[in-house]
């Protein structure tokens, strides 16, 4: 086992990373910016080291600073936890170099997965189904008619280096295709420094569902089921649910059966996710997460495994010591991810947390860094808290969030519980009858 663990990252998710480590008996580093110098994260570590000014660009992704709070408290792995630097194969590789383990996949397949034309050509040749579209980057205009004309409109241009649902445009005719060819370029180059595209077909009605997989470093590949996170806002999660309430057991077993022998045959380590568009009863794949996600509770809620807790354990060279079939489902879980933005414009709403109480009771989890008299700083993400609850059936996992957001106070700053309270009265979502697109008509309409 490790020594010292670093965590480079801030919030609940650094909370969540020194739970797992302080049960496994290993001591933490905490890092932080001068913002969040009275941070939950900071004040529960081991040790802590500042590690620069406010900005991100300057402390959380500031690769020599974290590197040399690692060596001098003498931490002898570092897990990036997600967001940040978790997903960046040169800090993982730097890492590396200083003699340290980095608490996630090889530096390779990070950056084969960064780049979402290399990752998708890597799972067609491994058997796993795409999205239609073009066979990888398209260079210019006048093949993105030809791609666009031969797969048929609605298509979507989405940058190669995407993330965060940055540089993603669709055309729904052909006279939208060259301005959502420029915009999303524009904005690929703006936000990745990369203005490679590809043209996937858009599809109208589909769910977003996604494969938790854990490897060790002898090819054992296991999957912990899927995620439905389809109820998304401008492509941000907001509500996630384990399992799917559109998939059957078998269709769960026949995706598993295929990603965790691609997974195996590629050679992959730690923990990922493979994203999937599902429609029309088929499983069409957009990208992997080489990294722990935001919603990873749920999916430990219903498999009664620490996932974290995993990640060491397979760090540290061990072998999972389990097999698929040792894998089982209980249950239903339901996370809400509650941001602090105003809950009808969704403009962030920073400032000083005047009073917290957290919701509880059996099946209720809530991984938030917040307490009464916290500052949330404006210069990073604004989800603050997640609530997760678990029941035997869909239909109790709902009762339970229902009195538990009832329960949830965070006062002096405005949050999107109120949205949340809304969606669950839905007949659309207690009927789980939902696309990726309904949230956004959901919020245009109330
Ligand atoms: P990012 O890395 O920016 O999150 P993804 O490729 O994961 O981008 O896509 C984010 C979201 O965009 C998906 O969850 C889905 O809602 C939507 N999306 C992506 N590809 C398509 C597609 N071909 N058709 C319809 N919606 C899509």
Redesign the pocket.
Known sequence: MFNKILIANRGEIALRIQRACRELGIPTVAVHSTADAEAMHVRLADESVCIGPPAARDSYLNVPAILSAATITGADAIHPGYGFLSENASFAEMVEAHGLTFIGPSPAHIRMMGD?IAAKTAMASLGVPL?PGSDGAVADIEEARRVADDIGYPV?I?AAA???????KVAFAPDELEEAWQVARTEARTAFGNDAVYI????DR?R?IELQVLADSFNNVVHFGERD?SL?RR?QKLLEEAGSPALTAAERDALGATVTAALSKLGYRNAGTL?F?YQDGKFSF??MNTRLQVEHPVTEMVCGVDLVREQIRIATGRRLGYEQADVTFSGHAIECRINAEDPETFSPTPGRVTAFHAPGGLGVRVDSALYAGCVVPPYYDSMVAKLIVHAPTRAEAIARLRRSLAEFAVIGIKTTLPLHQRIIQDPDFIAGDYT?HWLERFVARS
Do not use: D, N, T
């Open positions: 979402k999205v979507l989405k995407g993330g965060g649902g940055r540089g993603m996937e077909k858009y599809l589909p977003h996170c998304q492509h994203e568009l957009i990208e990726i």
